[in-house]
Nanobody, 124 residues
């Protein structure tokens, strides 16, 4: 079992920045690929970014490329999502997830563990 806890969400003006954190516990953090997803009201959960077990490979959804950066710190068992140049359309609940596979994962069904989510609201 892996327990995931997100933090760092909040209210920010358009153009601002936030850094989300995902603290993992329960199993060896470096054995899992990790990802961020988001879900806006009335919409399906969508992929945001993913990072492989070593941190050497990442992938991003097109709407966030060039603005968001995913990273992980195995010493701290924590994954991050640095979000810059935020837009109102980035408003959503952001979830972190862990996959038993080592490589990057793009789809929700590929993940085995999920956090409770943290709200990000971007005002215009």
């Amino acid at each position: 079992q892996v327990q995931l806890v997100e933090s760092g969400g909040g209210l920010v003006q358009a153009g601002g920045s936030l850094r989300l954190s995902c603290a993992a516990s329960g199993r060896t953090f470096s054995n899992y690929a990790m990802g961020w997803f988001r879900q806006a009201p009335g919409k399906e959960r969508e992929f945001v970014a993913t990072i492989g077990w070593s941190g050497g490979r990442t992938s991003y959804a097109d709407p966030v490329k060039g603005r968001f950066t995913i990273s992980r710190d195995s010493a701290k068992n924590t994954m991050y999502l640095q979000m810059n140049s935020l837009k109102p359309e980035d408003t959503a609940v952001y979830y972190c997830a862990a996959s038993k596979g080592l490589l990057i994962r793009l789809w929700p069904y590929e993940y085995d563990y999920w956090g409770q989510g943290t709200q990000v609201t971007v005002s215009s």
